[in-house]
Protein backbone atom coordinates (compact mmCIF):
# COMPACT_ATOMS: atom_id res chain seq x y z
CA UNK A 1 0.00 0.00 0.00
CA UNK A 2 1.48 3.48 -0.84
CA UNK A 3 2.23 6.08 1.55
CA UNK A 4 -0.71 8.64 2.59
CA UNK A 5 1.89 11.09 3.90
CA UNK A 6 5.56 10.36 2.72
CA UNK A 7 7.85 13.09 4.49
CA UNK A 8 11.38 13.16 2.81
CA UNK A 9 14.53 15.29 4.19
CA UNK A 10 11.99 17.72 6.00
CA UNK A 11 13.55 20.60 7.66
CA UNK A 12 12.92 24.17 9.13
CA UNK A 13 14.67 27.01 9.79
CA UNK A 14 13.79 29.53 11.71
CA UNK A 15 15.62 33.17 12.01
CA UNK A 16 16.36 34.73 15.59
CA UNK A 17 18.13 37.72 15.51
CA UNK A 18 18.87 37.47 12.74
CA UNK A 19 20.84 34.24 13.00
CA UNK A 20 19.11 30.99 11.11
CA UNK A 21 18.37 28.43 14.03
CA UNK A 22 17.33 24.93 12.16
CA UNK A 23 14.60 23.12 14.49
CA UNK A 24 14.19 20.19 12.47
CA UNK A 25 16.88 18.29 10.86
CA UNK A 26 16.04 16.90 7.72
CA UNK A 27 13.64 14.10 9.01
CA UNK A 28 12.07 11.12 7.02
CA UNK A 29 8.72 8.92 8.06
CA UNK A 30 5.55 7.50 6.36
CA UNK A 31 2.25 7.37 7.31
CA UNK A 32 -0.44 4.89 5.69
CA UNK A 33 -3.78 5.45 4.84
CA UNK A 34 -5.29 4.10 8.35
CA UNK A 35 -2.54 3.95 10.55
CA UNK A 36 -2.30 5.46 13.71
CA UNK A 37 2.01 6.99 14.36
CA UNK A 38 3.23 8.47 17.52
CA UNK A 39 5.62 11.38 17.66
CA UNK A 40 7.26 11.59 20.85
CA UNK A 41 9.56 14.07 22.29
CA UNK A 42 10.53 16.34 25.13
CA UNK A 43 9.44 19.87 24.18
CA UNK A 44 11.11 22.01 22.04
CA UNK A 45 12.24 18.83 20.27
CA UNK A 46 10.57 19.84 16.73
CA UNK A 47 7.48 17.67 16.70
CA UNK A 48 4.90 20.56 16.96
CA UNK A 49 6.85 22.46 14.01
CA UNK A 50 6.82 18.96 11.84
CA UNK A 51 3.07 19.12 12.10
CA UNK A 52 2.84 22.51 11.33
CA UNK A 53 4.89 21.79 8.04
CA UNK A 54 2.75 19.47 7.19
CA UNK A 55 -0.01 21.65 7.59
CA UNK A 56 2.01 24.84 5.91
CA UNK A 57 1.23 26.99 8.75
CA UNK A 58 4.32 28.83 11.03
CA UNK A 59 4.32 29.31 14.49
CA UNK A 60 2.30 32.77 15.08
CA UNK A 61 4.60 35.54 14.68
CA UNK A 62 7.61 33.86 13.37
CA UNK A 63 8.67 32.91 9.93
CA UNK A 64 10.09 29.95 8.93
CA UNK A 65 11.81 28.13 5.61
CA UNK A 66 10.78 24.47 5.24
CA UNK A 67 13.01 22.59 2.99
CA UNK A 68 12.42 18.65 1.81
CA UNK A 69 9.65 17.11 0.87
CA UNK A 70 5.92 16.37 2.08
CA UNK A 71 4.12 13.84 -0.31
CA UNK A 72 0.19 14.02 0.34
CA UNK A 73 -1.62 11.69 -2.24
CA UNK A 74 0.73 12.48 -4.88
CA UNK A 75 1.18 16.62 -4.14
CA UNK A 76 4.15 17.81 -2.33
CA UNK A 77 2.62 20.10 -0.08
CA UNK A 78 5.86 22.17 0.00
CA UNK A 79 5.51 23.22 -3.80
CA UNK A 80 1.93 24.63 -3.18
CA UNK A 81 0.09 27.65 -2.73
CA UNK A 82 -1.45 28.88 -0.01
CA UNK A 83 -4.92 28.99 -1.82
CA UNK A 84 -4.24 25.28 -3.06
CA UNK A 85 -3.23 24.53 0.44
CA UNK A 86 -6.53 26.41 2.01
CA UNK A 87 -8.26 23.79 -0.02
CA UNK A 88 -5.94 20.50 1.78
CA UNK A 89 -6.42 22.41 5.64
CA UNK A 90 -9.53 21.24 7.16
CA UNK A 91 -10.39 19.45 4.20
CA UNK A 92 -8.53 16.27 3.38
CA UNK A 93 -5.83 17.26 6.61
CA UNK A 94 -6.78 18.23 9.96
CA UNK A 95 -5.35 19.10 13.43
CA UNK A 96 -6.44 19.37 16.71
CA UNK A 97 -3.92 21.80 18.86
CA UNK A 98 -3.16 21.30 22.41
CA UNK A 99 -4.94 24.33 23.53
CA UNK A 100 -8.84 24.88 22.76
CA UNK A 101 -9.18 28.47 24.12
CA UNK A 102 -6.22 29.73 21.65
CA UNK A 103 -7.86 27.91 18.98
CA UNK A 104 -11.89 28.78 19.21
CA UNK A 105 -13.46 31.90 18.45
CA UNK A 106 -14.83 33.53 21.62
CA UNK A 107 -17.46 35.51 20.26
CA UNK A 108 -18.85 33.03 18.32
CA UNK A 109 -20.68 30.01 19.30
CA UNK A 110 -19.21 26.89 18.85
CA UNK A 111 -22.08 25.41 16.20
CA UNK A 112 -21.19 28.22 14.50
CA UNK A 113 -18.13 27.82 14.46
CA UNK A 114 -18.57 24.19 12.56
CA UNK A 115 -21.26 25.44 10.14
CA UNK A 116 -18.52 27.84 8.83
CA UNK A 117 -15.84 25.05 8.25
CA UNK A 118 -18.69 22.84 6.68
CA UNK A 119 -20.42 25.66 4.16
CA UNK A 120 -16.74 26.28 3.29
CA UNK A 121 -15.20 23.05 2.16
CA UNK A 122 -18.53 20.64 1.68
CA UNK A 123 -20.92 23.48 0.15
CA UNK A 124 -23.88 22.68 2.57
CA UNK A 125 -26.82 24.83 2.97
CA UNK A 126 -26.94 26.91 5.89
CA UNK A 127 -29.70 24.32 7.18
CA UNK A 128 -27.80 21.24 6.36
CA UNK A 129 -25.21 22.39 7.56
CA UNK A 130 -26.56 22.84 11.25
CA UNK A 131 -27.81 19.64 11.30
CA UNK A 132 -24.35 17.73 10.31
CA UNK A 133 -22.93 20.40 13.13
CA UNK A 134 -25.39 18.78 15.48
CA UNK A 135 -24.34 15.12 14.46
CA UNK A 136 -20.66 16.09 15.23
CA UNK A 137 -21.11 17.48 18.68
CA UNK A 138 -22.96 14.18 19.49
CA UNK A 139 -20.41 12.16 17.61
CA UNK A 140 -18.05 13.25 20.24
CA UNK A 141 -19.98 13.05 23.41
CA UNK A 142 -21.44 16.29 23.91
CA UNK A 143 -25.07 15.74 25.09
CA UNK A 144 -27.80 17.72 24.13
CA UNK A 145 -26.03 18.71 21.04
CA UNK A 146 -29.03 20.89 19.48
CA UNK A 147 -28.99 22.58 22.76
CA UNK A 148 -25.45 23.13 23.05
CA UNK A 149 -24.41 24.55 19.38
CA UNK A 150 -25.77 27.75 19.99
CA UNK A 151 -23.33 28.48 23.50
CA UNK A 152 -20.03 30.20 23.48
CA UNK A 153 -16.79 28.44 24.11
CA UNK A 154 -16.42 29.73 27.75
CA UNK A 155 -19.36 27.57 28.52
CA UNK A 156 -17.31 24.51 28.12
CA UNK A 157 -15.18 23.03 30.53
CA UNK A 158 -11.63 21.98 28.96
CA UNK A 159 -12.41 18.64 28.22
CA UNK A 160 -15.42 19.53 26.35
CA UNK A 161 -13.89 22.63 24.37
CA UNK A 162 -11.22 19.52 23.36
CA UNK A 163 -14.33 17.68 21.90
CA UNK A 164 -15.45 20.70 20.05
CA UNK A 165 -12.31 20.92 18.46
CA UNK A 166 -11.92 17.52 17.92
CA UNK A 167 -15.61 17.78 16.15
CA UNK A 168 -14.06 20.72 13.87
CA UNK A 169 -11.54 18.87 12.91
CA UNK A 170 -13.31 15.68 11.45
CA UNK A 171 -16.27 17.51 10.68
CA UNK A 172 -14.82 16.97 6.60
CA UNK A 173 -13.96 13.39 7.58
CA UNK A 174 -10.34 14.21 6.50
CA UNK A 175 -7.61 11.31 5.26
CA UNK A 176 -5.52 13.00 8.01
CA UNK A 177 -5.68 13.87 11.89
CA UNK A 178 -2.86 15.38 13.41
CA UNK A 179 -3.47 15.51 17.02
CA UNK A 180 -0.36 17.96 19.01
CA UNK A 181 -0.94 17.32 22.39
CA UNK A 182 -4.25 17.54 22.74
CA UNK A 183 -4.66 16.04 26.37
CA UNK A 184 -1.69 18.44 27.94
CA UNK A 185 -4.04 20.74 29.84
CA UNK A 186 -6.42 17.88 31.19
CA UNK A 187 -7.09 15.98 34.17
CA UNK A 188 -6.25 12.05 33.75
CA UNK A 189 -9.79 10.70 33.59
CA UNK A 190 -10.49 13.24 30.93
CA UNK A 191 -6.87 12.72 29.18
CA UNK A 192 -8.54 9.20 28.88
CA UNK A 193 -11.57 9.96 27.88
CA UNK A 194 -10.03 12.22 24.46
CA UNK A 195 -7.47 9.30 23.83
CA UNK A 196 -10.48 6.80 23.80
CA UNK A 197 -12.51 9.37 21.82
CA UNK A 198 -9.96 10.17 19.23
CA UNK A 199 -9.22 6.17 18.74
CA UNK A 200 -12.61 5.62 18.16
CA UNK A 201 -13.24 8.13 15.90
CA UNK A 202 -10.29 7.02 13.87
CA UNK A 203 -10.96 3.72 13.10
CA UNK A 204 -15.02 4.65 12.65
CA UNK A 205 -13.99 7.11 10.23
CA UNK A 206 -11.05 5.49 8.65
CA UNK A 207 -8.63 8.14 9.19
CA UNK A 208 -4.83 8.22 9.67
CA UNK A 209 -3.73 10.05 13.13
CA UNK A 210 -0.30 11.17 13.93
CA UNK A 211 -0.18 11.54 17.58
CA UNK A 212 2.24 14.51 19.04
CA UNK A 213 3.05 13.91 22.69
CA UNK A 214 5.66 14.15 25.04
CA UNK A 215 4.71 11.18 27.04
CA UNK A 216 4.99 7.30 26.27
CA UNK A 217 2.18 6.87 28.43
CA UNK A 218 -0.51 9.06 26.78
CA UNK A 219 0.23 6.59 23.21
CA UNK A 220 0.50 3.20 24.51
CA UNK A 221 -2.29 1.28 23.07
CA UNK A 222 -3.13 4.33 20.51
CA UNK A 223 -0.58 4.03 17.97
CA UNK A 224 1.21 1.18 15.56
CA UNK A 225 4.13 2.77 15.31
CA UNK A 226 6.36 5.52 16.84
CA UNK A 227 8.95 8.15 15.96
CA UNK A 228 11.23 9.58 19.09
CA UNK A 229 12.48 12.94 18.38
CA UNK A 230 15.25 14.46 20.46
CA UNK A 231 16.82 17.86 19.03
CA UNK A 232 15.09 18.29 15.83
CA UNK A 233 16.40 15.02 14.36
CA UNK A 234 14.00 11.53 14.69
CA UNK A 235 16.71 8.78 17.03
CA UNK A 236 14.52 6.02 16.82
CA UNK A 237 11.70 4.53 15.33
CA UNK A 238 9.39 1.37 14.96
CA UNK A 239 6.65 -0.34 16.29
CA UNK A 240 5.49 0.76 19.70
CA UNK A 241 5.26 -2.52 21.34
CA UNK A 242 9.14 -3.14 19.85
CA UNK A 243 10.29 0.00 21.39
CA UNK A 244 8.30 -0.56 24.89
CA UNK A 245 10.00 -3.98 25.11
CA UNK A 246 13.61 -3.07 23.42
CA UNK A 247 14.52 0.36 23.34
CA UNK A 248 17.73 0.81 21.48
CA UNK A 249 18.29 4.63 21.63
CA UNK A 250 19.37 6.02 25.09
CA UNK A 251 16.95 9.00 25.04
CA UNK A 252 14.63 6.64 24.07
CA UNK A 253 14.81 4.42 27.11
CA UNK A 254 15.30 7.80 29.77
CA UNK A 255 11.63 8.83 28.19
CA UNK A 256 10.06 5.22 29.38
CA UNK A 257 11.93 5.33 32.33
CA UNK A 258 9.85 8.32 33.52
CA UNK A 259 6.62 6.50 32.72
CA UNK A 260 5.12 5.22 36.38
CA UNK A 261 4.52 1.78 36.50
CA UNK A 262 2.24 0.29 39.53
CA UNK A 263 4.14 -2.61 39.33
CA UNK A 264 7.42 -0.88 39.90
CA UNK A 265 9.47 -2.22 36.91
CA UNK A 266 11.48 -0.53 34.38
CA UNK A 267 9.90 -0.20 30.59
CA UNK A 268 12.20 -1.47 28.28
CA UNK A 269 14.10 -3.24 31.17
Known amino acids: MSPLLEVRDLTAQFARDGVPATVVKGISFDIAPGESVGFVGESGCGKSVTARAIMRLAPEGSSVAWGGRIGFRGQDLLTLS ?17 DPMASLNPVMSVGAQIDDILRRHTGLSRKAARQRTIELLGLVGIRDPAIRADD ?7 GMR ?15 LIADEPTTA ?9 LRLLNRLRRELGMALMLITHDFGVIAGMVERVNVMHGGEI ?27 LDGARPGG
Open 82 to 98: EREMRDIRGRRIAMVFQ
Open 152 to 158: FPHQFSG
Open 162 to 176: QRVLIAIAVSCQPDL
Open 186 to 194: LDVTVQAQI
Open 235 to 261: VEAGPIDQLFAAPTHPYTRALLAAVPR
